[in-house]
């Protein structure tokens, strides 16, 4: 199982980096690559942790790349259910078509968070609230966020070793200053977790911006990869497979 799984990713991703060959000027579907480390807590453990970097790009195949992201975070388990986060980030967007001009927006940010877990077996939900502190080329704002994720594993009653997974979520974008409604973020994606450390997604992301006026929407390619810190001795718990975007 472990080899064809693997032999399935590697075709998709060749697939994908194929066709910028073909479509390089289509930017109807962009790309999103999602690389994450990750150090759970848990019972005997509550501090934890996460670093993320993120690409996106116009086209597909990670061509016409236009935004990059890195970030980290800290966190806290108040217990299994209940997790506290403190994160920060920097955030970088392009005009694709002139790279070497350089960003057109630089952000710095800053938020705290607290995810809540419901394990209704076999459903998983997650609900994360989130206040961001955000800095755009000087500028303040602030940004208010809620993500509803399901997760549901196909072949254990678990998301543990050897999982295949479905995760579905959508995440509304609030602010204080007009377009209140800044956001919508719809995904769906087919998860593998190859053991206690690796973990792979690959699915569909759609982004919907807002204005005063108008609202553009966007869908992308998306490919995640996470890598999971096990501390020695930990207790066994079952940890949900999120994206910390």
């Known amino acids: ?44 453990h509550r501090w934890g942790g996460y670093s993320e970097f993120q690409l996106r790009t116009n086209g597909v195949g990670f061509s016409q790349f236009q935004y990059y992201e890195a970030k980290a975070g800290v966190s806290y388990d108040i217990d299994k259910n209940f997790i506290a986060l403190l994160g920060t980030g920097t955030y970088h967007t392009y ?32 609900h994360r609230y989130r206040v961001e502190q955000r800095w755009l080329d000087g500028n303040y704002r602030n940004r208010f966020r809620y993500r509803l994720n399901m997760f549901i594993p196909l072949n254990n009653v678990k998301i543990v070793a050897k ?30 977790q190859f053991d206690k450390k690796w973990i792979v997604q690959a699915g569909w992301i759609n982004q919907r911006n807002y204005t005063t006026t108008t609202s553009s929407a966007k869908n992308n390619i998306m490919l995640t990869l996470m890598y999971r810190i096990n501390r020695k001795n930990s207790p066994e718990r079952e940890h949900l497979p999120t994206t910390s975007d």
């Open 1 to 44: 199982m472990l080899k064809t799984t693997i032999k399935i990713c590697l075709i998709t991703t060749l697939l994908i980096f194929n066709s910028r060959y073909v479509n390089a000027q289509d930017s109807k579907l962009g790309t999103w690559g999602i690389a994450t480390i990750v150090m759970p807590g848990d019972s005997a």
């Open 163 to 192: 999982t295949w997974f479905i995760s579905v979520f959508d995440e509304i974008f609030f602010n204080n200053k007009a377009p209140n409604f800044e956001r919508n973020r719809v995904s769906a994606a087919l998860g593998y």
């Open 95 to 126: 005009n694709y078509l002139d790279i070497a001009d350089g960003p057109t927006i630089n952000e710095f940010r800053v938020w705290e968070q607290m995810t809540i877990n419901q394990f209704l077996t076999p459903l998983k939900f997650e």
